[in-house]
């Protein structure tokens, strides 16, 4: 188990005031903190994972033709 250290005594007290209105002590909320920042990091490589394989098994998926600049710009103005 990791200890944390050298955190600002005033940080910490001032923190520590905080946390009954949390119902929780410092050591939780920096515990849930962490296992937030954990937990996106999951999240966001299954995300990728999940669109590296809908991009490998999609055939066929095109969107179209792909426009000149000049004709990008025809379709935007007003005649």
């Not at 050591?27 to 996106?40: C, I, M, P, R």
């Not at 098994?57 to 025809?74: A, C, D, Y």
């Amino acid at each position: 188990m990791k200890e944390i250290n050298k955190i600002d005594d005033q940080l910490y007290d001032r923190a520590k005031e905080r946390v009954p209105d949390l119902e929780s002590s410092v050591n939780e909320q920096v515990t849930s903190y962490l296992k937030a920042l954990n937990g996106d990091d999951i999240r966001l490589a299954s995300a990728r994972s999940r669109m590296k394989e809908l991009f490998n098994t999609t055939r066929g998926f095109g969107v179209g033709q792909k426009l000149s600049r000049e004709e990008m710009h025809e379709r935007g103005s007003v005649r």
